[in-house]
Every structure is written in structure tokens, then in C-alpha cells.
């Protein structure tokens, strides 16, 4: 590792030394070669990209170099650049949250030669405004954060990821490093293959996923209150040491009924979902940054951008969808390497919750064709009636049935729609792309999805070690702790 690199270290960040194997990633990277990064959350794979940057990094003049970062949320790039901001390193991120000035400024700024980082979702190039001013800029590195949305064999797939490399190609095919903290052996080949290069250009880093710091626990449960027991015993437990704890719900009205009892109780906590006003959410998650030993109630709306590294404990009072979804959540526990407690409360009822996600959220060709006609055919009452005609049009009474937000969300992905943040005034604006009319391909995903849930529920059900299983489900070999 070059001395520079330790120099960059220090002065930004306050370290003395590398974290293994960063300064190997980061050495690779400054010799302009591509690396895909498998880390666990919370240690260290930001650092792999950040101090290339910093190290690419020239005066301000046009043209100036610059590392372009893909990430996937607006919350979590602005908590990121934030951090950035506050260590004195000049970064910044473009994306739907600012308004026309604020962009067209950062845009005036880029092409000047200003920032050495950029955040971006990979949306941004949709815009043309934008692949304008990114083209002005020399890209020496690009930082594709959260790669596993690239696949669809992923747990988060996202769409334009797929795209990325046109992304490389606009910017001249430069230096990439893709990071994950999970991906199975067919995720990580899904992600060098739509990046658009082989294997044999990559260099793998692939740190497991051991975190012996955290202990994991399953909890058969039968009803509300045995449930809400568990959940209290789990709170009391560390409510007299410093450190914070998150208890994951997969329903909002799940949690706001156990947010209720456990207030009954005299329970003090936070509560965190999507249908919080943006600025009620942002008080709730800096309120449980900053206090010493805070409670929060969330769905998986929250973690994205949580860096906090005292937080003992992570309870599931519901199941998750997957194991890679429930590893990367229980990854945010004891970041500091201190002990921390992974429990996971199953009940049979919440698997039929989940296998209802899957069917929701992976419509059949027919039903993506039907909407698309329903949009481009019935304008007028959509325009009158909104989507509640939409609903019943599709769905009878069913109110039930959320396969509509899946189409919409998707159809705004591929961006074959326009229409307002409420869905009004919905128009179609490109044809209906052929991913979502292959019947194959979509009973495919669905296939792929239902074997994710049924590898967690086997996860439960597992009599050995559990971390075991984890590694082997990653493709991993799991470490031989007989001469510790």
C-alpha cells in the first residue's frame, strides 16, 4: 500500500492503518483494475472507493477527474455524502429530491471541475441534461454501491441497474469496483456479466460474511401475546446498558398495533415506516442516531444509511423474505465488535404473509399487458376516478391485492409511464418492454423469490448451527473455530 493512500487515511478518516483486505482492494483500483467487493455491513467497503477518489482527486478546472458513485436510494446517498461533507471531503449528490435550481447548479458546478465524488441513482442517466454534463468530466473510477440490485437473481433487483454498462460505455469505460454485502455465487456472476465484462477482468474480494460478535436466536411463537412477551424480554434486556436496539415488522399496521401495547406497558420507543412524512422520518432516524440507548419499531423501510455501531440488539417479529434480507439487516448489529443479539420471532401465519408478498409483488404477463391497456385506453375515467377505479377495474373488491403498485412501480422504472407523485394524470410513453411480457422469465423470478423464502424458512427450522447454514447458502465455507 502506497503511503499516500495511509496519509488519506489518516487526515480524513483518523485511522493509522487499513482494515484487511482494503488496502489490497484499493491498491487494485489505483492500478486501474476492476474489483468486485463482498464485505459484511459495516466493515469498511465505502473506504475501498473513497480513498481512490481522494487520491484521483485534481484541482478545480474543467474536465477535472472525478469518482461517479451508483447508489440506490436518496436517503442513504445523502446520509453518506453528509458524513463525507463532515470530514472535509468535497462530495456531493444529485438526484429527485432537489429542486430545478439546486440541480442545475451542482450541474454548473460538475462541469466546472468541482467535487471528486458524486452520487447519483442510476436513474439520473435517463436525463440528458446529465449525460451531458457527466461526459464533460474524466471518470476515473466508477463506484457501483449496493451492486446486488443489479440482479435479478438478487433480493433488490432494480431495473436500471441492468443498464450500467451503457452507464461505462458514456463515461469511457472506466475503473470499477462493484460492492455488496450479499450476494450468492449466481448474484456475483449476474453482476461482473452486466457490467459488461468477464470474470478474468475482475478481481474478486470476497470477506464472508462472520460476524462471530453476533449471536442468532429463532423463537417459535403462537399468538400476539407470546409474541409481544418475547419482544419485551428482548427490550428489558438491554434497556440498562448503553447501546440501541431495532425490532423489524413486515406490516405498518402490525407495528402500530404492538407500537400501541408496548406503550400500554410503558415501553418508550421510536416507530419508522414509509407512511411517515419524509420529515418525520428524518426526525426519527436522528433521534435514534443520537441518543445513547434508543428503541426503534420499523419496517425494512429503515437501516439503508443507518451507521450507527453500538446497536445491541436486532429482533424480527415478523419473518422476512429472504435470507439475504435478513442478513443484511441483522448485519447492522454490533458494528463495534461488541456482543449483539440477532433474534428472529417465526410464526406460521407470517409465512403466508410473505408468500403473499411474492404473488403481489410478481404479476403474470397478462396482468402487466391489462394495466398497460387500462392506461392507455381509459385515460379519461383514470383521470376522474384516479387509481381507485384503476384498483376495481383490475381487482373487483379485492382490496387486498397490491400487484397494481408493482406494475406502476416497474412501469416507472422502464419508463413507460409519466404522471404526477399522487398517480395522476397517468400517461403511457413507451411501449411495454419485452422483460415484462416472457411469461417464462417472470414465472422464472417468481420461482427464484419463492426458493429465497423457503431457504429462510429452513433457516428457522435448522437444528445445527445456524451461521453454518448461512455461509453455506452463501457459497461460502464456513470458518474452523476448533483452535480458537
Not at 92 to 99: A, C, D, Q, R, V
Not at 221 to 236: P, R, S, Y
Amino acid at each position: 500500500m502506497t503511503a499516500s493512500a495511509e496519509h488519506v487515511l489518516k487526515e480524513y478518516y483518523g485511522f493509522d492503518s487499513f482494515r484487511a483486505p482494503q488496502g489490497e482492494i484499493i491498491e487494485t483500483i489505483m492500478q486501474g483494475r476492476h474489483a468486485l467487493v463482498i464485505m459484511p455491513t459495516g466493515m469498511g467497503k465505502s473506504l475501498c472507493f473513497q480513498i481512490p477518489a481522494l487520491l484521483h482527486a485534481e484541482k478545480k478546472q474543467p474536465g477535472a477527474a472525478l469518482t461517479l458513485v451508483i447508489s440506490p436510494l436518496i436517503a442513504l446517498m445523502k446520509d453518506q455524502v453528509d458524513t463525507l461533507k463532515r470530514r472535509g471531503i468535497n462530495a456531493e449528490f444529485i438526484n429527485s429530491s432537489l429542486s430545478r435550481e439546486e440541480r442545475e447548479e451542482r450541474y454548473r458546478r460538475v462541469r466546472d471541475g468541482d467535487y471528486h465524488l458524486l452520487y447519483v441513482a442510476p436513474e439520473r442517466f435517463r436525463k440528458d441534461e446529465f449525460v451531458d454534463v457527466i461526459q464533460s468530466r474524466d471518470i476515473r473510477l466508477l463506484a457501483v454501491d449496493e451492486a446486488h440490485c443489479i440482479s435479478e437473481w438478487g433480493h433488490d433487483f432494480r431495473p436500471d441497474y441492468t443498464r450500467l454498462r451503457e452507464f461505462r460505455a458514456i463515461v469511457n469505460n472506466p475503473t470499477t469496483i462493484a460492492l455488496t454485502a450479499t450476494a450468492t455465487p449466481d448474484v456475483q456472476a449476474d453482476i461482473i456479466r452486466q457490467l459488461g465484462l468477464e470474470s478474468d477482468e475482475v478481481e474478486h474480494f470476497h470477506e464472508g460474511i462472520d460476524r462471530p460478535n453476533l449471536h442468532l436466536d429463532v423463537v417459535e411463537t403462537w399468538g400476539d401475546d407470546q409474541k409481544l412477551a418475547e419482544i419485551i424480554q428482548v427490550i428489558d434486556k438491554f434497556s440498562h446498558t448503553t447501546g440501541s436496539g431495532i425490532v423489524y415488522f413486515t406490516l405498518i399496521k402490525t407495528l402500530d398495533q404492538f407500537s400501541n401495547m408496548l406503550l400500554e406497558r410503558g415501553k418508550v420507543h421510536l416507530c419508522y415506516h414509509g407512511d411517515l412524512e419524509r420529515k418525520q422520518r428524518r426526525r426519527v432516524q436522528r433521534e435514534f442516531m443520537e441518543s445513547p440507548s434508543s428503541v426503534v419499531l420499523a419496517t425494512n423501510a429503515f437501516g439503508m444509511g443507518i451507521d450507527k455501531e453500538d446497536i445491541r440488539f436486532v429482533l424480527h417479529a415478523d419473518l422476512p423474505g429472504s435470507m439475504e434480507a435478513y442478513y443484511q439487516e441483522i448485519g447492522r448489529a454490533g458494528r463495534d465488535g461488541l456482543d449483539a443479539d440477532c433474534t428472529l420471532l417465526y410464526e406460521e401465519r407470517d409465512l403466508a404473509t410473505q408468500m403473499e408478498f411474492l404473488r403481489w409483488s410478481n404479476p403474470d404477463a397478462d396482468y402487466y399487458q391489462r394495466v398497460y391497456d387500462l392506461i392507455q385506453h381509459e385515460t379519461e375515467k383514470i383521470d376522474a376516478y384516479g387509481l381507485d377505479w384503476l384498483r376495481e377495474e383490475l381487482h373487483g373488491r379485492k382490496k387486498h391485492d397490491f400487484r397494481l403498485d408493482t406494475v406502476l412501480s416497474m412501469f416507472d422504472r422502464y419508463d413507460v409511464i409519466k404522471g404526477d407523485a399522487n398517480r395522476q394524470s397517468l400517461r403511457i410513453t413507451g411501449d411495454l418492454p419485452p422483460a415484462l411480457q416472457d411469461e417464462e422469465r417472470l414465472a422464472a423470478k417468481l420461482q427464484r423469490d419463492q426458493l429465497k423464502l423457503l431457504a429462510l424458512v429452513q433457516y428457522v427450522q435448522c437444528e445445527d448451527d445456524r451461521k453454518e447454514y448461512i455461509h453455506h447458502y452463501f457459497g461460502l465455507p464456513y470458518p474452523d473455530r476448533t483452535e480458537q
